[in-house]
C-alpha cells in the first residue's frame, strides 16, 4: 500500500492507548498518578480481592476491593493515597487500622491516620465504589469501558485502561512499580442470562438471587491495568499446550455465534507459544492458565486474559502493518498481544516513560514468530517493513514520574533497534539467551530501562549503552556516509550521538564507523551491499 495511507493505518493501529501530548505541562495531579510519593513509598500492595457489578442500562459499575498490604518502612501518621479517578465514588472507605480521616478529592482519596506503623506490619483497606465511569470513545486507543452490544443484541460489556490507569473504575495503588504480589481475586456480578469473564481461573460460580456471580482468581503477581472483567454471551470450550513446564491449560471465551471461527482461528495459539518459548522461555503464567477472550474492541494483553476483536481474519483486520505480506500469513492480534505475556506482564516496566520495553520487545516478537512459523527470510523482510511505521516525531522514552508515554515509534523503532542488536552481536545463540535471561532473570518482576540496558550489554559483552542513547533518547537516525573505488571503501557517521559504537558486518568485514572518515580494503571490488537489518541510513557520497 501507499506509504501514507500505510503511517496512518500504523499509527491507528499501534497506539494503543496512547497519546504523546508533546507540549504538555504536567502539574502536581500528573506527579501525584505517575510517582511513588511519601503516600505510596511506605506499603507493598500484597493482594486484591474485588468484585464488580455492571449495570447496562445505566452505563454504570458497582462494586468493591478490598487491598491487603504491607508495610515496607517505619512510618508515624503517614496519609494513604488510594486512585479513584473521577466520576467514580467511593460510598464506604474501611480499613483494619484507626482510620483519622478519608475524604476523596479529585482522583484520589486520602486516608489519614494518628498511629505508628512498623516495618512487616500487615493491613487492609477495602473500599466499597460506584459511580458511571469514563466511556472509551475509541477503545483501546482510549481508556475507558465499553457499553455496547453484540450483533445479537446482547448487553457486551468490558473496560480498557493500560494508558489512562485501572482506577478510571476501580480503587488501586493506580502505580506500575507496584503490583499484587499475591494475586487478584474478582467477582464479577451479571445478570442470569451473560456471562462474566476475568483473569485467572474460574474458581466459582454461583446464582445470588436473580443474578449470577463468576469469582476469578489470578496467582501471580499482576499489573492493575490488566485486570479486566468482560460481560456477554460467551460461551467456552478448552484445549492444551504441552510446553516447558509441562501442561499449559487453554481457555477459550467467545460470544456464542463465533464459537466455529474461533474454533478454527483459535488453532494459532499452539504454534504462537511454541515459537515464544523457544525465544523467551516457558509461558509466565502455568498456574493461571492461557485465555483468549472475545472483546467489544481490537484487542489488548490482559495478563491470562487476552482481549481479542480481529475479526477472526490474518493480519491487523485484514490488512499487513509491515506492508510486505508476510503479515498476512498469522492473526496480528493473537500473536502480538500474546507476545506481551512476556514482556508487559512477566516483566513491567517501573514507570510508563519505559513503555518500550513492553511494546518494542513485543513488536519484535512478531518478527521472532514469523522466523519460526515461516523462515528467517520472511522474518527479515517483515522486520525491515515495520520501519515504515517509524515517524522519528519525539523520544521513545517519555518523561518519569507523570504517567506519561514516549513516542509511539516505541513499537517499530524500539523492535528495529532490537533487531539492529541482534546483527551485532551476530550470534543468534547468545541472542537467545539474553532473551530468555530477561525473563528468567527478571520473572514476574517490574523493571526500569536501565536495569534492561545493563543487562543486554552485560550478557552479551557488548557496550551498547550509546545505542540506546542513540535509539531510545534521540530521534536521530545513523547515516553511514560511503564511497567506494573498486576495494576501496571510505565511510563515516553522521547524525549520531557522540562516540556511537555501532559496528557493522560488511562482506565478512566489521568496521567500526566513527564521524571521522575510514578507509578498508574490501575482499572484491564489487559495488557494496550493505545489510539491510540495520536500522540504519545508508548514503552514497562523491
Known sequence: ???????????????????????????????????????????????????????????????????????????????????????????????????????????????????????????TIDVTYSGNPTIAKRAPWDGGWVFTKDENGNPWMSVADEGIGASIWLPTKDIWDDEPDNGVVMKIITPKDLVGVGNG????????????????????????????????????????????????????????YNLD?????????KPMLSAFEYWFGP????????????????????????????????GYLG??????????????IIVHESGHEWFANNITAKDQADMWVHEGFTMYSEVLFTEKYMDKKSADIYAQGIRNGIQNDVPIIGKYGVRNEGSGDMYPKGASMLHTIRQIINNDAKF??????????????????????????KKSGIDFSSVFNQYLRTTKIPTLEYSQKGEELKFRYTNVVKNLKLPIIIDGITINPTEQWQTVKLKKGNPVQFNENYYIDYKKVQ
Do not use: C
Request: overall charge positive; glycine content about 6%; cysteine-free.
Open 1 to 123: 500500500m501507499k506509504k501514507l495511507s500505510y503511517t496512518l493505518l500504523f499509527a491507528a493501529s499501534l497506539s494503543f492507548g496512547q497519546f504523546f501530548e508533546k507540549d504538555k505541562v504536567f502539574t502536581k495531579q500528573d506527579t501525584l498518578k505517575g510517582s511513588n510519593t511519601q503516600f505510596r513509598n511506605f506499603w507493598d500492595v500484597k493482594k486484591y480481592d474485588l468484585s464488580v457489578e455492571p449495570d447496562y442500562a445505566q452505563k454504570s459499575i458497582k462494586g468493591n476491593n478490598k487491598i491487603s498490604f504491607e508495610i515496607i518502612k517505619d512510618v508515624t501518621n503517614p496519609t494513604f493515597q488510594i486512585d479513584l479517578q473521577q466520576p467514580m465514588k467511593a460510598d464506604k472507605v474501611e480499613a483494619s487500622f484507626p482510620v483519622a480521616e478519608y475524604k476523596q478529592d479529585g482522583d484520589f482519596i486520602w486516608i489519614k491516620t494518628n498511629k505508628s506503623f512498623k516495618k512487616g506490619e500487615k493491613y
Open 201 to 256: 481461573r474460574l474458581i466459582s460460580k454461583k446464582a445470588e438471587g436473580d443474578k449470577m456471580a463468576y469469582t476469578w482468581e489470578v496467582k501471580n503477581p499482576i499489573n492493575a491495568y490488566s485486570i479486566i472483567p468482560n460481560i456477554g454471551k460467551y460461551v467456552n470450550f478448552k484445549d492444551t499446550f504441552n510446553g516447558e513446564k509441562g501442561k499449559l491449560d487453554l481457555d477459550y471465551w467467545v460470544i456464542d
Open 261 to 269: 471461527k474461533a474454533k478454527k482461528q483459535f488453532q494459532q495459539v
Open 283 to 314: 509461558y509466565p503464567f502455568y498456574e493461571d492458565s492461557y485465555k483468549l477472550v472475545d472483546s467489544p474492541y481490537l484487542g489488548m494483553e490482559h495478563q491470562s486474559n487476552v482481549a481479542y476483536g480481529n475479526a477472526y481474519q490474518n
Open 319 to 332: 490488512q499487513d502493518l509491515s506492508g510486505t505480506g508476510v503479515g498476512l500469513n498469522w492473526d496480528y
Open 432 to 457: 537467545r539467551e539474553i532473551l530468555r535471561g530477561i525473563n528468567k532473570d527478571f520473572y514476574h518482576q517490574t523493571v526500569t530501562t536501565e536495569q534492561i540496558e545493563n543487562y543486554i550489554s
